[in-house]
């Protein structure tokens, strides 16, 4: 496909995207990928570091260019029409990427005009955007006295004075209090209320899970999954979810409990805890004692629960999304 | 072109933001120039300063016993040591007793006196020989003046003696040829030892010489002061490092993620990194306008013609500018940018003679340097401390135009194999 795409369901769409970083031996970052995003939509890449999620957003903001494959944002082919494109979003780096030395004041004007903001319009957009994220008192104080939330908030007012209709956040949260990722998680929301669509990228689950319409499982690469909640969780299948915490052997007992019958995988511990993919949980339940009691360990905690994507992770990719 | 400007200032707000940056840049040079203007005692010259000198004649005419009053000893030496030759080097100033003259040096008023005694003429013309000593009375803290002075004196005394000798010598010949009359034996030792001073004088000519950049006009050469001549050899080389503050920004912000940032907003990357350049183009301007300025006011430079001095500054400046760049376009990091910036702008200032002014520069390192730009504006600038105008700068400036362009190319073409 090489004109243009106007198709107004449709915000973003990805087809066979391919990037491999210092060919023919580097890594293969983004390998295959195709999706598309319609207009209005939370759409998240969940997947550990290293999946690809940062390299799909690159080539999606026109920074990077990809081997193979095409992708259209808005209607405007990423790689012929970047001006255009780079027009229509807002880009939220995962990294802090403000200047420390300027005030945050300076660096919403800043931005502002490098989104093409003059005048009047500038100004109300920045007093606007600095109410919204809190730091009107602050707006004099140079970055370098800032939190980390409140960085993180502002990071995320840069890429909103132009009212972009596309709006992608590359981890957004990562590294900030429970305060200001609530904060933030809020202001996504309240953001595609409004009418923007969202390409949410993150390492959380339970923010996928919150945020999104719906969800692309991304791991070394390669898109494994697609879907809304419920259908990634069906992926799944009747399974349930145990988790457990022992005080001591975990490491062992992991190994040993991966080979019992009705046990589909199971997470690398962490901290003695971790947790298990099973079939049929009523009768596992008394193995995993029994087991634990010949390895000298004892199981604290037990929970049982319903399927998540934590655990659609470990189904297609055998690894917890942490490991 | 706006968004490049507002990149620009932004980039300018940064740097002079950073009091590492401005140490850099203006106290460095400003520091090293004063300090070694300083160290040359008054910092008026390279050139060792006028001796003020208390002069006591006590070798009167009558106590000589000559018909003509110059041809005294005293009136000899006197007039040697205010002569146009040692204009610059001994300046007199004529006392009537030995005491004050003493006084004056003890108070630090000159810095040495020479006491011509009464006898001075007599002793010399006397045979046997009478004994009259001439004292160089000198302050202990002061080395150099009352070492030119007596270095003067005792060159004064010694021709005085050959005349002395040639008289002797003259009169005796005469006598031995059987003239006995006293009037005409004076007469013709008296002739002898004139034309004795004057052939020596002739041969020898106590004349100093001081050496300036090489230039045409010569004889019309200002002698700029000594901090001034370190300035603009510090000026240049701080122009460098001052450059490459915000060219390293480039990589800094790479790595911090801002010019990726600013990549991804609809302002093309060719306005983003015009918009750099301006910015290291400006931050550079700025720091030389300021501290030719300074050195005008805070250390008495004459920098000539204010036309030439203007494009000297903005030349300099783009060379400077485009000097770092390029510098800064291979280096993968900020640190890396650092460490080869550093060694190539303390070798071109090696080369260009930075760290020793813009005199005394000979023949053969004065076209040595000119491989680099730095040599060329180091030229320029000596030719405008000492006296030049537009016709001794058009050539370096020429030069200087032309090693911007190629650095600027190259900058160009490094940068935008890495982001383009």
Request: hydrophobic content about 45%; some cysteine; glycine content about 8%.
């Amino acid at each position: 496909m090489s004109a243009s795409r106007e198709n107004a369901a449709e915000a973003i769409v990805v087809q066979n995207l391919r990037k491999q970083f210092d060919p023919p031996k580097g890594p293969v970052a983004v390998d295959n990928v195709s999706f598309s995003i319609k207009t209005g939509e939370i759409f998240s890449l969940l997947g550990p570091n290293g999946a690809g999620k940062t390299t799909t957003i690159s080539i999606l903001s026109c920074l990077l260019k990809p081997d193979q494959g095409e992708a259209w944002v808005g209607g405007y082919s990423v790689t012929r029409e970047a001006e255009k494109v780079k027009a229509l979003i807002g880009v939220v780096p995962q990294e802090i990427a403000l200047y420390e030395d300027l005030t945050g004041r300076e660096n919403l004007f800043f931005w502002g005009r490098m989104y093409g903001l003059r005048g009047k319009e500038l100004e109300s957009q920045v007093e606007e955007a600095l109410e919204l994220i809190g730091l009107t008192d602050r707006q004099r104080d140079r970055l370098s006295k800032y939190s980390g939330g409140m960085k993180r908030r502002l990071n995320i007012a840069a890429a909103l004075l132009h009212r972009p209709r596309i709006l992608y956040l590359d981890e957004p949260t990562v590294g900030i209090d429970p305060q200001s990722r609530r904060a933030i998680l809020d202001r996504v929301k309240e953001l595609n209320a409004a009418g923007v669509t969202v390409l949410y990228t993150t390492h959380y689950m339970e923010e996928a899970e919150e945020l999104s319409h719906r969800i692309a499982i991304m791991d070394q690469g390669k898109m494994i999954a697609i879907g809304t909640k419920e259908e990634l969780v069906q992926l799944v299948g009747g399974r349930t979810r145990i988790e457990l915490t022992l005080d001591r052997h975990a490491d062992l007992l992991a190994q040993r409990w991966r080979t019992l019958p009705g046990v589909e995988s199971a997470s690398a511990p962490e901290d003695g805890r971790l947790f298990l993919l099973a079939d049929e949980a009523s009768t596992l339940l008394p193995r995993l004692f029994e087991t634990a009691r010949e390895a000298g360990a004892r199981i604290t905690e037990i929970n049982l629960a319903e399927p998540n994507l934590e655990m659609v992770f470990l189904h297609l990719t055998g690894r917890a999304l942490r490991d | 072109m706006l968004r490049a400007l507002h990149i620009a200032w932004k980039d300018v707000r940064q740097t002079y933001r950073n009091v590492v940056a401005l140490a850099t840049m203006f106290v460095g040079p400003l520091l090293l120039a004063s300090a070694i203007g300083g160290a040359f005692g008054t910092g008026d010259n390279f050139i060792i300063p006028a001796v003020k000198t208390a002069v006591v004649n006590q070798d009167l005419r009558s106590q000589a016993g000559t018909a003509n009053q110059n041809l005294t000893a005293g009136a000899m030496l006197e007039t040697a040591l205010t002569s146009t030759e040692l204009s610059g080097l001994v300046e007199v100033v004529k006392y009537d007793t030995p005491e004050k003259a003493r006084v004056a040096v003890d108070k630090n008023e000159v810095a040495v006196a020479v006491i011509i005694p009464p006898g001075l003429s007599a002793a010399l013309a006397s045979a046997p020989r009478e004994v009259a000593t001439v004292e160089v009375y000198k302050n202990p803290g002061t080395t150099v003046g009352p070492a030119v002075v007596t270095a003067v004196v005792t060159s004064v005394l010694q021709e005085m003696e050959g005349a002395r000798a040639a008289a002797a010598a003259s009169a005796k010949l005469a006598f031995s040829h059987g003239l006995v009359d006293p009037t005409k034996l004076a007469s013709i030792a008296q002739k002898t030892a004139e034309a004795f001073v004057q052939t020596q004088h002739k041969l020898t000519g106590a004349s100093l010489e001081s050496r300036g950049p090489v230039t045409s006009g010569a004889e019309s050469l200002k002698r700029p002061n000594v901090a001034s001549q370190v300035l603009v050899g510090m000026m240049l080389f701080f122009m460098l490092f001052g450059g490459s503050i915000p060219a390293r920004g480039i990589l800094d912000e790479h790595r911090s993620g801002t010019l990726p940032r600013l990549f991804t907003t609809p302002t093309p990357r060719a306005i983003i990194l015009g918009g750099k350049y301006l910015a290291v183009f400006l931050v550079v301007l700025i720091q030389s306008a300021v501290l030719v300025i300074a050195g005008w006011l805070l250390l008495g430079a004459d920098w000539g013609p204010v036309g030439p001095v203007v494009a000297l500054v903005v030349v300099g400046a783009l060379v400077a500018a485009s000097q770092a760049l390029l510098t800064v376009s291979f280096a993968k990091t900020p640190g890396q940018a650092g460490a080869v910036s550093s060694s190539i702008f303390v070798a071109m200032a090696l080369i260009s003679g930075n760290f020793f002014g813009t005199a005394n520069a000979g023949e053969t390192f004065a076209k040595v340097r000119r491989v680099s730009p730095l040599g060329w504006l180091m030229e320029a600038w000596g030719r405008l401390l000492y006296g030049g105008s537009w016709a001794d700068v058009a050539l370096p400036i020429v030069a200087v135009l032309g090693f911007t362009l190629v650095f600027f190319a190259l900058a160009t073409f490094f940068f935008r194999r890495r982001y383009a």
